[in-house]
C-alpha cells in the first residue's frame, strides 16, 4: 500500500508562498538570498526558545524557516534560475536550519523528560529520523528509485506539527510526535523504495 504524498503541507500554502516568491522577483532578490535567510530565522528560532523560553515566538519562527524554504524555490522558478548549485546549497541549510531548531530543544529543557526519557534523547532520536527520511530519498533516487515523494512525513509536516504544538505551548509533546513521524517516514520509505531498486 502507498501512503499518499498529496497531502503536503506545502499545497496548503502553495498561493500565500507564490505571492511573496513573486513580490520578491519582482524586487530583484535572488533565491540563494533566501536560502541564506531561512538560516538566519532558524538561528532567530534558537534565540528565541534559549533566551526568552517562549515556545509561541519559537513556533512562529519555526513556521517562517519553513515557509521560505517553499520561497526559494519558487523565486529560482520565477526568475529560471534553478540550477544544481542552488539545490545543494537548499538540501546544505535545510539540515543545517533542523540541526539548530532542534538543538534549541535541548539547550532549553536541559533537565526535562518526556515519558521518562529525556529531552536529550528524543532529540537524538528525533535527528536521526529526520537525516534518515531526506537521506534514504536522495540515496533511492541515485540508484534510480522513482516516485520518491511519497510517505506523510515530509520535512513540511514535520515542520508544521513542530509549529502547531509550540503555538499551543506543547513543545515537547511535539518533539515526541515529529520524532515518531521521523522515523516512521524513513522506516517506510526505506521499504517503498527497495521494491523499486533491483
Known amino acids: ?4 504524498s498529496k497531502l503536503r503541507a506545502r499545497r496548503v500554502f502553495k498561493g500565500p508562498i507564490l505571492v511573496v516568491a513573486r513580490a520578491l522577483s519582482s524586487a530583484g532578490v535572488r533565491p540563494i538570498t533566501i536560502t541564506y535567510f531561512s538560516i538566519l530565522l532558524s538561528l532567530s528560532a534558537f534565540l528565541a526558545l534559549v533566551v526568552t523560553h517562549s515556545e509561541p515566538l519559537y513556533g512562529i519562527l519555526v513556521f517562517l524557516v519553513g515557509f521560505f524554504d517553499g520561497v526559494d524555490g519558487a523565486v529560482a522558478r520565477i526568475r529560471e534560475m534553478s ?8 538540501s546544505i541549510t535545510d539540515k543545517v536550519s533542523e540541526f539548530v531548531i532542534l538543538m534549541a530543544i535541548i539547550i532549553a529543557y536541559p533537565a526535562a523528560s518526556v515519558f521518562s526519557l529525556s529531552v536529550n534523547l528524543w532529540v ?3 535527528m536521526f529520523g529526520w537525516i ?3 537521506y534514504s530519498r536522495s540515496r533511492a533516487e541515485t540508484l534510480g528509485a522513482n516516485d520518491l515523494d511519497i510517505g506523510l512525513g515530509g520535512r513540511s ?10 503555538l499551543a505551548s506543547m513543545l515537547l509533546l511535539g518533539l515526541v510526535i515529529v520524532t515518531f513521524v521521523g522515523v516512521l517516514t524513513a522506516a517506510y520509505r526505506f521499504v517503498h523504495y527497495s521494491r523499486q531498486i533491483y
Open 83 to 90: 540550477s544544481q548549485q542552488g539545490a545543494f546549497a537548499d
Open 132 to 134: 534518515m527520511t531526506s
Open 124 to 126: 537524538i532520536v528525533c
Open 1 to 4: 500500500m502507498k501512503l499518499p
Open 157 to 166: 509536516e514535520r515542520l508544521l506539527i513542530l509549529v502547531i504544538m509550540s
